[in-house]
C-alpha cells in the first residue's frame, strides 16, 4: 500500500467528532417533552398552585403594545391555535426552552465538555424552578433570557478576534435585545459603545470609533426605523414616548421590595460570582475577562433597573437572566476539569435552593417601588 493509500485509509478510519455529537433535534424533543410533563405532573400535585392562583401582583399585567414584540408575535402566532391561550403558550414554551438546551448540550460538548458532565448540566437546568416557572407563567421572560444569552457569545468574539467581522456579528445579536422589551433597549448602545470601545483603533481614532459605533448600532436602527416607518410618524412618536420613554422614569425604593428581589438574586448570583471570580483572577493566556463579567452585569442592570425605573417584572427575572447568561458562557469559556465540575455543583445547588419555600415565597410577585419622584 502506498503512502497516500495508507493516508486515505486512516483518515477513513479516524472517527469524525461531529459524528459524536447528536443534532440537537433528537435531545430537544425527550426535553421540551419531560418539561411538559413535568409541568403537569407538578401541576396536577398543586406544587404550583400558587403561582397560577389569581394573587394579586403575581403576574405582570402588560398592555397589548408593551416593546415586547417577540413575546407579542408569539402569542398572536398562538392564537390561530384551537385550544386554550395558557396551554398553548406553556407548550410553546417547552419546546423553544428544550431547543435551548439541546442547543446548549451540543456547544458544550464541542467546547470539550465530556458528555456525560454536559448531560448532567442540561437536565439539572431543565429542573430549576426559575426555568419551570418560565415555561408555565412567566413567558415573555424566556426572549429577554435568550436575548442575553445570545450577548455573552458576542462579547467573548469581540474579545479573542476584535476584528470588524466580529462587530458585526456583534451588531446582529443587539436587535434581540431591542425586540425582547423596552427594558433591554438602553442596554444597546451602552453594548455599541463597549464593542467600539474594544477596538484599539478605536479608542486612539475619534473617525475609527465612530465607524465601529455605527456597525454595532445600524441593525438596530434599521429595525427600529423599518418598524416606525409602519405605522407612521405621530403614532411612531407616541409609541416611542409611551413604551420606552415611560419605562425611564426615575421612582423611589421601596424598603418592602429590596429584600425579595435581593434574596431571589443573590441565591443565583452568588453561587456564580465565585465561578466567575475564579476564571477572572487565574492567569491563563486564554481567559476572556469582559464576556466573563456580562454574566453578572446582565442581570445587574436588571436589578437596578427595577429599583430606579420601577420595571414592571417577577423577583425572578434577573435570576433567570443569571441563569441564562451563566449557561450561555459555560458554552464558550475554556474551563478546566475542576472549575467544570465545580460550576455543576454550583448549579444543582442554586437548582435546589430555587425549590426552597422561602425562594417559591419572593419569587413569584411583581416588583413594586412605590411612587415616582
Given amino acids: 500500500m502506498t503512502g497516500a493509500a495508507r493516508l486515505l485509509a486512516n483518515e477513513a478510519a479516524r472517527p469524525s467528532p461531529a459524528r459524536g455529537l447528536p443534532p440537537a433535534m433528537w435531545i430537544a424533543a425527550p426535553l421540551a417533552a419531560a418539561l411538559v410533563v413535568a409541568i403537569w405532573t407538578l401541576m396536577a400535585q398543586g406544587v404550583f398552585a400558587m403561582l397560577l392562583a389569581p394573587v394579586p401582583g403575581s403576574r405582570v399585567a402588560l398592555p397589548t403594545v408593551d416593546g415586547a414584540w417577540l413575546s407579542n408575535l408569539v402569542v398572536q402566532a398562538a392564537g390561530a391555535l384551537p385550544w386554550p391561550l395558557d396551554a398553548k403558550l406553556t407548550l410553546i414554551s417547552?419546546?423553544?426552552?428544550?431547543?435551548?438546551?439541546?442547543?446548549?448540550?451540543?456547544?458544550?460538548?464541542?467546547?470539550?465538555?465530556?458528555?456525560?458532565?454536559?448531560?448532567?448540566?442540561?437536565?439539572?437546568?431543565?429542573?430549576?424552578?426559575?426555568?419551570?416557572?418560565?415555561?408555565?407563567?412567566?413567558?415573555?421572560?424566556?426572549?429577554?433570557?435568550?436575548?442575553?444569552?445570545?450577548?455573552?457569545?458576542?462579547?467573548?468574539?469581540?474579545?479573542?478576534?476584535?476584528?470588524?467581522?466580529?462587530?458585526?456579528?456583534?451588531?446582529?445579536?443587539?436587535?434581540?435585545?431591542?425586540?425582547?422589551?423596552?427594558?433591554?433597549?438602553?442596554?444597546?448602545?451602552?453594548?455599541?459603545?463597549?464593542?467600539?470601545?474594544?477596538?484599539?483603533?478605536?479608542?486612539?481614532?475619534?473617525?475609527?470609533?465612530?465607524?465601529?459605533?455605527?456597525?454595532?448600532?445600524?441593525?438596530?436602527?434599521?429595525?427600529?426605523?423599518?418598524?416606525?416607518?409602519?405605522?407612521?410618524?405621530?403614532?411612531?412618536?407616541?409609541?416611542?414616548?409611551?413604551?420606552?420613554?415611560?419605562?425611564?422614569?426615575?421612582?423611589?425604593?421601596?424598603?418592602?421590595?429590596?429584600?425579595?428581589?435581593?434574596?431571589?438574586?443573590?441565591?443565583?448570583?452568588?453561587?456564580?460570582?465565585?465561578?466567575?471570580?475564579?476564571?477572572?483572577?487565574?492567569?491563563?493566556?486564554?481567559?476572556?475577562?469582559?464576556?466573563?463579567i456580562a454574566v453578572i452585569a446582565l442581570p445587574g442592570y436588571l436589578i437596578a433597573g427595577a429599583f430606579v425605573f420601577h420595571w414592571p417584572m417577577l423577583v425572578s427575572t434577573p435570576a433567570a437572566v443569571c441563569l441564562a447568561a451563566f449557561a450561555s458562557w459555560l458554552s464558550v469559556a475554556r474551563l478546566s476539569p475542576v472549575v467544570r465540575r465545580a460550576s455543576i455543583l454550583l448549579v444543582l445547588l442554586v437548582a435546589a435552593v430555587s425549590w426552597t419555600t422561602a425562594f417559591q415565597t419572593v419569587s413569584l410577585r411583581t416588583i413594586d417601588v412605590a411612587t415616582p419622584r
Fill in 94 to 292: 417547552a419546546l423553544v426552552i428544550g431547543f435551548l438546551l439541546a442547543w446548549l448540550h451540543v456547544r458544550l460538548v464541542r467546547n470539550g465538555w465530556p458528555v456525560v458532565e454536559a448531560l448532567c448540566l442540561v437536565l439539572i437546568l431543565a429542573g430549576h424552578a426559575v426555568v419551570i416557572g418560565a415555561v408555565i407563567a412567566d413567558h415573555r421572560v424566556i426572549p429577554v433570557m435568550l436575548a442575553c444569552a445570545a450577548v455573552v457569545p458576542a462579547i467573548r468574539r469581540l474579545e479573542s478576534v476584535g476584528d470588524v467581522q466580529a462587530e458585526m456579528s456583534f451588531g446582529l445579536v443587539l436587535p434581540l435585545l431591542f425586540l425582547a422589551g423596552p427594558t433591554m433597549t438602553l442596554l444597546v448602545p451602552m453594548l455599541a459603545i463597549f464593542g467600539a470601545v474594544s477596538d484599539r483603533e478605536a479608542r486612539s481614532d475619534l473617525r475609527a470609533f465612530v465607524a465601529m459605533f455605527l456597525v454595532a448600532i445600524l441593525p438596530t436602527l434599521l429595525i427600529v426605523t423599518g418598524m416606525f416607518g409602519m405605522v407612521g410618524g405621530a403614532e411612531a412618536v407616541r409609541l416611542f414616548h409611551d413604551v420606552y420613554l415611560a419605562r425611564f422614569r426615575a421612582y423611589q425604593f421601596a424598603p418592602d421590595a429590596v429584600a425579595p428581589l435581593l434574596m431571589t438574586t443573590a441565591a443565583t448570583i452568588l453561587p456564580f460570582g465565585l465561578v466567575i471570580a475564579a476564571y477572572c483572577l487565574q492567569p491563563d493566556r486564554r481567559r476572556q475577562v469582559w464576556s466573563a
